[in-house]
């Protein structure tokens, strides 16, 4: 029997991701046995072309985003990543190569982060490239970190440097200069920060997706508590430096960093250094939370308050 | 502070869905005790507007497709649903009264098939809804049906009627009559057979999505054998009947049956019998299975084979 075009696909590209549980995706469903004694962390992300990633950006940089993004999700949680489900329309005229990109792409992440495909559906769509992946990971039970649990007091970090996405995408759209391309990198390819021990020291913690103030309203709102950060404090690249004081704001404000934002109680800002050097990623403290109600202020080094013209990022 | 519209839109519609686990979708990943001594169970499916659902259809059946086409996955497998997780890319132009509609829609299958939102992803789109769902359900470790097990001689069964779905299409699109509006409904709602005791019974299952012919043909490859059905053996409604001869291939290889099609020892079949009347769901024998090589035969009663043009769908 000749199979349809849709199984050899799947067969030829997206098999050699399958990993235990998946019934080699010969199947409708994956068979998955919990690993003994722990709490499963789940999360889904969808990303569409024009939206998510530029219709015209390398296929196995999109595979990987599309990856990265939720492992992001699971960094945040403190969480170790296990396997994943994913869905791919494409319109019909998608080349052969794009799968066989996008796989590529998947597969030196799967290796990367010790992750593989257990199912997913593959079919056609009249508009642009839509993908969705629900990622699964664990926790010893109880462990994860949680948007709700900050404190008054509480330290405000985040990983790695902020607004390289955004700023990304903006060299990406001519509007910036890039000349390294270090910046479109950091747009296409986020670093999830996956190792990072949390549990028993972060007392919650966020990963920054539509943008730091944004992500920090959310912590605030959890907790009913205000953020007060500083703005010369938040950790920026050379590259972003280099931008200038133009868009300082849109580092700020701008999405797409996937690093972490963490609040830590004062006590445990020495463990925290601890488990980054350990594993190697790098963490600033840029602020602090105090009682409510729900805010967040951004100050200057002289202690102005900054006013921004625009908070985060929101689909709709 | 005010929430942006994307994360109002998520409180008011969505987390009156959210189950256990889900934190009240105010965080950005879920947490899931698995139930004790249980394997679990995962299916993913997307559905686009224009390909897997008509753009104007009702959003609350939209919703409930796109439930029911995953709980007809878990089915097939003999599962016992659990929760799922979904993303939603819509136009930014999608009024509100569509998510309010769609959510209903869940809602209700909610409570029909005991199942909880558990998480996912909202975000915009330049192109048509585009949606997804990964659930999640649970069976005695080793016990889950698969599409591997069948063996020559196991009689080939199939629930409920066959050929509603692609005939209900038809009738959308104005090719066929449908007075009742019966097809169009079996197209728009289908019924997952959840609660079919599966284990100990069937050797092979899957449901029937693409086609009958060509799901029939996934469990003659993944099993190397030979399937014999009679054509005028397979069950139909009075409704498909009523369409008359001129349609009759377009039932066996029409795609969005969601009933299931089973492998059966001759030994078994009694108790699936008695299991089908215990989860009040028809079952009919319509063929058999014999060695191979991987083919399917729809034959008439006369014995004499029926040549069909077309195999079943696919995306591609």
Not at 25 to 43: C, I, S
Not at 167 to 185: E, F, N, S
Not at 240 to 261: I, S
């Amino acid at each position: 029997m000749v199979l349809p075009a849709e199984f050899s696909l799947i067969a030829r590209h997206f098999r050699p991701l399958a990993g235990p549980g998946a019934l080699d995706l010969r199947d409708d469903a994956a068979l998955l046995t919990p690993p003994a004694g722990r709490e499963l962390v789940l999360t889904a992300d969808a990303m569409v072309a024009g939206v998510h990633f530029l219709a015209d950006d390398p296929a196995d940089l999109i595979g990987r985003k599309l990856l990265r993004v939720n492992l992001s999700d699971l960094a945040a949680k403190g969480a170790v990543p296990l396997s994943y489900l994913m869905t791919v329309s494409t319109p019909k005229n998608t080349p052969e190569t794009w799968f066989a990109g996008f796989a590529a792409g998947l597969a030196t992440d799967q290796a990367r982060f010790g992750v593989t495909l257990l199912g997913g559906d593959t079919t056609s769509t009249p508009g642009p490239i839509s993908l969705s992946l629900t990622i699964i990971g664990h926790v010893a039970p109880g462990t994860a970190i949680q948007r709700l649990g900050a404190q008054a007091g509480d330290e405000i970090w985040v990983t790695g440097t902020i607004g390289d996405g955004v700023l990304g995408l903006a060299a990406a759209h001519g509007r910036l200069a890039d000349p390294t391309g270090y910046l479109l990198d950091r747009y296409r390819l986020p670093q999830p920060r996956v190792g990072l021990q949390l549990a028993g020291i972060a007392s919650a913690g966020i990963d920054v997706s539509d943008g730091l103030v944004q992500d920090l309203g959310h912590l605030c709102r959890a907790n009913g508590l205000a953020a007060e950060i500083i703005a010369d404090r938040v950790p920026l690249s050379d590259a972003a430096r280099a931008a200038g004081p133009d868009w300082r704001e849109a580092c700020l404000t701008g999405g797409d960093d996937y690093e972490l934002l963490l609040a830590v109680p004062p006590a445990r800002s020495d463990a925290l250094g601890t488990a980054a050097r350990y594993a190697g990623i790098p963490v600033t403290r840029i602020g602090r939370f105090h009682s409510g109600p729900a805010k967040v202020m951004v100050r200057q080094a002289s202690g102005e308050a900054l006013a921004l013209t625009k908070g985060g990022w929101s689909h709709f």
